[in-house]
């Protein structure tokens, strides 16, 4: 099962708007609404940011939010602030009984 | 409060064995399904098992299948990672996590224990 493809890198100014893609295959990201995001600051452990595309756990501000548009899914985060600067992880069901990640992606707040 | 605090992490000879223990709380872990992600040094995130919470549906990465098994103490609240035959390619920080591969996401996530395999 191939990782799921994320930029690199993204970078924003604070109050600024940013969007970090995630492209997969009608297989896994475009075959089930089973995509979360995770966010990473270093030397600690994911944090669950979004889940089944769209839907934010408690206390994730909603400056966070996801969406899918056939096999790419999708995190903004609005209104970016200092404490956003992180590593993004997308995940998605693979359909075959495991689950898949993006190689990550560097968001750099300006 | 959701607590997961991963142990048993360490330097290993290629070839060698080791154990990775879960210790959970603040959940019904048993009502779970638990998965262990790792990630090596300066490298993103991989999927490696998660097992249902009655144990009784296991899935495994084809990187770890064959040498790896996940089992769970559900009256200890520990989730448990035994993994053989261990090469350099598995040197990770392993995260174990509260959910699984689709319905349940993972919602919750320890510190991670660092693996490292050298001679």
């Known amino acids: 099962q191939s990782a799921l493809t994320q930029p690199p890198s993204a970078s924003g100014s604070p109050g600024q708007s940013v969007t970090i893609s995630c492209t997969g295959t009608s297989s896994d990201v475009g075959g089930y609404n089973y995509v979360s995001w995770f966010q990473q600051h270093p030397g600690k452990g994911p944090k669950l940011m979004i889940y089944?595309?769209?839907k934010r756990p408690s206390g994730v501000p909603d400056r966070f939010s996801g969406s899918k548009s056939g096999n790419t899914a999708s995190l903004t985060v609005s209104g970016l602030q200092a404490e956003d600067e992180a590593d993004y992880y997308c995940?998605?069901?693979?359909?075959?009984?495991?689950?898949?990640f993006g190689g990550g992606t560097k968001l750099t707040v300006l | 409060e959701v607590q997961l605090l991963e142990s048993g992490g360490g330097l290993v000879q290629p070839g060698g064995s080791l154990r990775l223990s879960c210790a959970t709380s603040g959940f019904r872990f048993s009502s779970y399904a638990m998965s262990w992600v790792r990630q090596a040094p300066g490298k993103g995130l991989e999927w490696v098992s998660s097992i249902s919470g009655s144990s009784g549906i296991i899935y495994y990465a084809d990187s770890v299948k064959g040498r790896f098994t996940v089992f769970r103490a559900n009256s200890k609240n520990t989730l448990y990672l035994q993994m053989n035959s261990l090469s350099a390619e598995d040197t990770a920080v392993y995260y174990c996590g509260k959910g699984g591969v689709s319905t349940t996401p993972l919602s919750d996530w320890g510190q991670g224990t660092l693996v490292t395999v050298s001679s």
């Open positions: 089944e595309v769209s």
């Open positions: 995940s998605s069901y693979g359909g075959s009984d495991n689950l898949v």
